[in-house]
């Protein structure tokens, strides 16, 4: 066996890692779902602004490969775009990709994250948050023109 | 405890090519102390080297081959057999009926190692050397260079001339000989420790027979060498190593070797890059945008994936932001200038790059410092480069943002407000997500439905968007395209000009529904290759979308291919597995008739799966040819036209005609080689235009 290709596998590929995250409301057990984000072709995309629209996401991350799907994250309420987004690529490979080289950088401004998901599902699409956004923007005490302003507990009621 | 190490020694020595001297050192320390250990390290790089030649693996084996070479520099080999070696390696250019590609592999292999052992083997062996070296120089002069106009950048020699890699690397070393072998940059531990060393016994590297060429070989392309920096550009700085300048070569081997080594991980390849030693006594910075950019603009493709290089200049500005970003803007400003004679692929890559890179700086830049290209015909290159990257910076952002960071003057440039025309009824700017769009045609195509059925479908088509305006679907429009959907070529054409016109404000639009209109069969890639050629899309021709559609579609129908050919490969295997289940089953009862029905099924589907592989890739040759087709065409239209008007035949069209010919060819090069063929008997006969043959002609050459 060539021992040149076993010694590239030693590299060093932080970037396209799983993170710590794990979605509490995923159906299964941690293995499961370790299993689903580790072959997954599907990210998850945090930190937009409330206005970037499918085709700037469309057009950032196709630099990593052929897009299948974007599905933007809703407000549970009021339907409206709420900051995040699934983008599901034809490859891993392709995900990985934008795992090293979109997730960090800038669309619309805003330094974007991104991370493995283990597959879009029905009611995926929206906000977790009590008033219908995510939670994140439920309790933020700071001013975010591009996520409708103050957190919800600053907002007047 | 030998193994562990010595496994340890050529990962790292792997891992790290460009801190090979601090590895060697080592190994010359342990072999002073062990001479057993020298010995099997020895052997083993040399079983190595010859499994990477095997392997088609020959940068790897490169570096393998200057790691031994760095070994006579630490008393580890002795110097008369890594000369033998090398004689061996220029031989191969004896070989007949050989690719020259391969010859030309290992005179670089002997070339470039020269910088780090050179001395030492002209020391001990002058005259062999000296014979080796004359050999190498009549290769270089019989050698041809047909291939050497489709890997250049720019078609200009000045300011600095597009070199082909071997001739650079023979100038430079010629240069290093002259100067008697002296060379100053190169790190060397082993200095410090040459008293230990060379009390160290030394081995004989065994003879080594190069590996036969064989029909699976396949052997590196060639290069051009890619400069944009010399020493004038940087005046205040430390002086740059002229292109002739053995120093000039090893920097940038070191630079690319740290790519190459840290890709995947952004920001230890630009902290790997900045402490790049001897910061002080070079320009680093514009050392590494200058290797970049090589890298970025590399033809036929770069090494990686374009948004790689991106990325890793944002996280080089981050580390450097007192010095990096001007070094950038200079280089930016230096490209634009040379756009009129850039290759058309790399003017595509250059706009990618700087339109993503300005969207994570809030676009700005000092657009007024380029309103020369105002004065210019639209079509120039200058101009058509500012339009293309305002178009792309629109993309990431939005219409009236463009607007507002561009001055007035430039209107002119700036992109159309991508909206639908609606050629019926009401006005409205809203655009339609494509994949809602793409939804609706697919149902009416599954379902067959008369035309006023499908339209009360679309009425009720749940949308994944949840804007409402959506469900307003212009029923016109979609009479339209339903009208024509039939299963004719002639259709098709139709379905693909209606979305033309409905779309052409919108261009990313068109992309993601003739995408999707392949995935669901709507049309088929032919189709939309022959749309590109027709005259409708004349006007937008050399626009950079079309271009991206027409690529996105070659690499759909490639895929497709692959994805075939795999599944036949699985369905193989499972068949082998079950065969041999069965033989080493102990059953006694072994009835031939019920092996037969066990393997019916698995074979039907292999039998299936190889009419499917046959026809796929029938289709993907049929494209290939379709393309090259219609460019042919168009040019000789345009060549005749000029020859009996009496005018130049170089226009700003042809030339990104022409460039974007050869752009297939390189893109796709791997596949088009299984066609070459039918591609000389057929379509680049003899009697062509001596102007289309050439493009072929260079194409062939990069692989002969």
Known sequence: MCSVAMLSVLRSDSYAELSQYRDQHFRGNRYDQERLLKKSCTLYVGNLSFYTTEEQIYELFGKSGDIKKIIMGLDKVKKTACGFCFVEYYSRGDAENAMRYINGTRLDDRIIRTDWDAGFKEGRQYGRGRSGGQVRDEYRQDYDAGRGGYGKVVQPQ | ?704
């Open chain 2, 1 to 704: 405890y030998k193994n562990v190490y010595e496994r340890g020694e050529k990962r790292d020595a792997r891992l790290l090519p460009e801190k090979l001297t601090v590895y060697t050192t080592l190994v010359g320390l342990l072999n002073a102390r062990n001479y057993n250990f020298g010995g099997e390290f020895v052997e083993a790089m040399i079983r190595q080297l010859k499994e990477c030649l095997k392997a088609n693996m020959y940068n790897e084996a490169v570096y393998l081959v200057r790691f031994l070479s760095d070994l006579v520099n630490c008393h580890v080999i002795a110097a008369p057999s890594m000369v033998a070696m090398f004689e061996n390696f220029v031989s191969v250019t004896q070989e007949e009926d050989v690719p020259q590609v391969r010859c030309d592999w290992y005179v670089f292999a002997f070339l470039s190692s020269l910088p780090w052992v050179g001395k030492e083997l002209y020391e001990k062996k002058d005259a062999e050397m000296d014979r080796i070296l004359s050999q190498t120089e009549s290769y270089l002069k019989r050698r041809q260079k047909i291939h050497v106009p489709m890997l250049q950048v720019w078609s200009a020699d000045k300011p600095h001339p597009q070199e082909e890699y071997l001739d650079c690397l023979w100038a430079q070393i010629q240069k290093l000989k002259k100067d008697r072998w002296q060379e100053r940059h190169i790190l060397r531990p082993y200095l410090a420790f040459d008293s230990i060393l060379c009390e160290a016994l030394q081995h004989n590297l065994p003879p080594f027979t190069p590996p036969p060429h064989t029909e699976d070989s396949v052997y590196p392309m060639p290069r051009v060498i890619f400069r944009m920096f010399d020493y004038t550009d940087d005046p205040e700085g430390p002086v740059m190593p002229g292109s002739h300048s053995v120093e000039r070569f090893v920097i940038e081997e070191n630079l690319h070797c740290i790519i190459k080594s840290h890709w995947k991980e952004r920001k230890t390849c630009a902290a790997q890059l900045l402490s790049y030693p001897g910061n002080n006594k070079i320009p680093l910075n514009y050392h590494i945008v200058e290797v970049v950019f090589a890298e970025l603009f590399q033809l036929p493709v770069p090494p990686h994936i374009e948004v790689m290089y991106t990325t890793l200049l944002i996280e080089l500005c981050k580390l450097q932001p007192g010095s990096l970003p001007q070094v950038l803007a200079q280089a930016t400003e230096m490209l634009y200038m040379r756009l009129d004679t850039m290759n058309t692929t790399c003017i595509d890559r250059f706009m990618n790059w700087f339109s993503h890179h300005l969207s994570n700086f809030q676009f700005r830049w000092s657009w007024e410092d380029w309103s020369d290209c105002l004065t210019h015909d639209l079509d120039k290159p200058k101009p058509k480069f500012v339009r293309e990257v305002l178009e792309k910076c629109m993309r990431l952002s939005y219409h009236q943002r463009i607007i507002d960071i561009v001055p007035a003057t430039f209107s002119v440039l700036s992109p159309a407000n991508p909206s639908c025309i609606y050629k019926y009824g009401d006005e409205s700017n809203k655009s339609l997500p494509g994949y809602t769009v793409a939804l609706c045609l697919t149902i009416a195509i599954k379902n067959k439905t008369s035309n006023d059925e499908i339209f009360g479908i679309l009425k009720d088509v749940p949308n994944p968007n949840q804007d409402d305006d959506d469900g307003v679907v212009p029923g016109t429009l979609f009479h339209e395209v339903f009208k024509t959907l039939a299963e004719s070529d002639e259709g098709k054409l139709h379905v693909l000009r209606v979305v033309y016109e409905v779309w052409k404000n919108h261009p990313q639009m068109i992309a993601v529904l003739v995408d999707k209109m392949i995935r669901t069969q709507i049309v088929d890639c032919a189709a939309v290759a022959n749309w590109i050629f027709s005259p409708e899309l004349a006007h937008d021709f050399t626009r950079f979308y079309i271009w991206e559609i027409l690529h996105s579609t070659i690499r759909k129908m490639n895929k497709h291919v692959v994805k075939i050919q795999k599944e036949l490969e699985e369905t193989k295997a499972r068949l082998a597995r079950q065969h041999k289940r069965r033989d080493s089953d102990d059953d006694d009862d072994d009835d031939d008739r019920s092996s037969d029905r066990e393997d019916g099924p698995l074979e039907e589907q292999i039998e299936r799966l190889q009419e499917k592989v046959e026809s796929a890739q029938s289709e993907q040759k049929n494209l290939f040819l379709v393309i090259f087709q219609r460019f042919i065409m168009i040019l000789t239209e345009h060549l005749v036209r000029c020859e009996t008007g009496g005018i130049d035949v170089i226009t700003p069209w042809y030339k990104n005609c022409i460039e974007r010919l050869q752009q297939i060819f390189l893109q796709h090069h791997q596949i088009i080689q299984q066609y070459m063929l039918t591609l000389e008997n057929l379509l680049f006969t003899a009697e062509l235009d001596h102007h289309i043959l050439a493009v072929f002609q260079q194409f062939c050459a990069l692989q002969a």
